[in-house]
């Protein structure tokens, strides 16, 4: 081989190794954007949704003793079940951050555990909430008694309804991860369910101060 073609083949070698280069950096530009994207996007649903919930509890603001000659929440509410909603709630928070941590170590047995209490926990915080509902309903103050009952359950009904959702997702989840492994699409979606399942959290906190401790204190 002459130098000639030895220095078109080094050329050669040297453009492919560019052109090869420029498509990873595009490629992972590429996958950061759809990361970018993708978290942008779930943020503006959890703020849309915390709007959502602003708007029920200005309404419960407004309608509360709005009661109709009816029952007030003082002689409806029963606070040692929903401290056992509450405490419930809070705990599948605590067990929902150890699953991402199994997740991001791929420690199937600190996901499976944690994800398999935080349904348990989730699933008896909607439990006792349908039994304080069909409860309230049975002494004839369902929803269509009084104002107040309307923006009652509205409000914790739609809380109960993103609970209800948000259980499943996580079988959904835990059938991806058994299903597909730790792919880095999986962690990112395992990711937004943790942040759905925090924001339901702190909206509990919320409602549980305005609704049934101020109520209760009426």
């Known amino acids: 081989m002459s130098a000639f073609d030895a220095a078109v083949g080094q050329e050669v070698s040297n453009r492919l190794e560019r052109a090869q280069g420029h498509i990873a950096r595009h490629a992972a ?29 200005a309404a419960y603001a407004v309608l509360v003793d709005a009661t109709a000659g009816g029952p007030s929440g003082q002689s409806l509410f029963n606070l040692g079940n929903v401290g056992i909603e509450t405490t419930c709630l809070l705990l599948s928070s605590f067990t929902c951050g150890l699953a991402s941590i199994g997740a991001r170590t791929h420690n199937g047995f600190w996901f499976y555990g944690a994800m398999a209490a935080t349904f348990i926990l989730g699933a008896t915080f909607v439990g006792i909430e349908i039994r304080e509902f069909t409860g309230m309903i049975a002494l004839g103050a369902g929803p269509t008694r009084s104002a107040f009952l309307s923006a009652f359950f509205t409000l914790v009904g739609c ?24 792919r880095a699409d999986i962690l990112r979606r395992l990711l937004c369910f943790s942040l759905f399942w925090h924001a339901l959290d702190i909206i509990w906190v919320g409602l549980f101060t305005m609704v049934y401790l101020m109520g209760v204190a009426q």
């Open 29 to 57: 530009g590429a996958l950061a954007s759809k990361r970018i994207i993708a978290g942008y996007g779930f943020w503006i649903f959890l703020l849309s949704d915390i709007v959502m919930f602003s708007a029920f509890f």
């Open 159 to 182: 809380h109960g309804l993103h609970v209800t959702i948000g259980l499943l997702w996580l079988l959904t989840m835990m059938a991806q991860v058994f299903a597909k492994g730790y």
